[in-house]
């Protein structure tokens, strides 16, 4: 027997978080959408409360709590991104980079990123998708056992706010995949600069960056699992490893959607239930009208979205391979969110698109999940790879 039943203790945060949402986040959410890159001086004040959350969920153990790490987090998730997901990413004391080192890193490499922002630094100018196709290069110097890095790496999500940044890089560009490697850098290490911030449709406040790397000198035990090329085996701690992270980052970027769509549909709800409107579940869809069956379609499409991200993120805690699932979870939530946003600023009229209501914010915040963590395309790729039994060769 499957049960959904949220855990007391987890609903418990759910009701802090929604309080912080109502009661700070979303008076802000408006300013730093219209003053991009500026620094949010209530970043202090959003830790904070975001700190008693944790407390609370720390208050007892997964065991007890009824839920482990997966499950609470992307329920927990969606609840901070209905506030605001820019700020709460800009605010956190953890993202994508940190889950990389939980998964390959050594014990002393996660001990230095224990609470510390860490960006993820994969994509460059002429590699966005093909995470294969990497340009940025490690070489080893012999005489001081460094590794020099040289490169630049684009579309980094807190590029300037991280104090660490997970860095994809080759050691040798002719071997392909087999070559690439992680690694631990310093934000202040003076090899790497951040060369320029980006301005955005949507998620403003929080900043993505432009990251050059010069002659970036890093010692020796800052890459990432083990340094040596193996073409032929799929080494647990090399390529394959560093890939297997987005089976976690993928449920979280998913609770990102879904949260994003479903304080577009209650505020849309709202709105129209204030003109009149009502939104019956016991009858047919020839029976409703155009808006009911509108919303309710969009009602079905989101809690679709919201299972699918549970699925994988359950799979995950029970130590389940769940890279299909998490594609699934990811595609769905990103494509549906963008279709949902997109249909409450229409239902909402003139007013949904003018900057007096949230909507527009949401509809242009929204868009980006359907495209980082691997595109909306990308995922129907992995997802038709892993159905289809076929390698990446085989269907591209």
Known sequence: MIDFEIAPLTRAAQKMTRELNVNLIRKLTRYYDEHEHAEIKEAEEIRKGSEAI?????????EKRGEKFGMSSVILGEERNWGDSALMISTADAFVGNMVVGAVGSPEQKARAEGKFVAFAITEPGCGSDTSAVQTTAQLDPETNEWILNGEKIFITGGRICELVVVWATLDKSLGRAAIKSFLVDKNNPGMKVAKLENKLG???????????????IPYDDILGESEIKPKTASKTGFKSVMSTFDASRPAVASLAVGIAQAALDFTKEKLEEEGYYFPYDRGPHKLKTVQAAVLDMEANLDAARLLTWRSASMLDTGQRNSLQASM??????????????????????????????????????????????TGQIN?????????????????
């Open 203 to 217: 998620f403003r406040a929080s900043d993505t960056a432009v990251l050059v790397f010069d002659d970036c000198r």
């Open 54 to 62: 944790s407390e609370k969920l720390a208050s007892l153990s997964a």
């Open 380 to 396: 129907f790729l992995i997802i038709a790879r892993n159905i289809l039994g076929f390698s990446r060769d085989q269907l591209k």
């Open 329 to 374: 979870a990811k595609s769905k939530a990103g494509r549906t969110a963008t279709l949902v946003t997109q249909k409450c600023v229409e239902l909402l009229g003139p007013l949904g698109y003018s900057c007096e209501w949230l909507a527009e914010k949401w509809m242009r915040d929204c868009k980006v999940t359907d495209i980082f963590e691997g």
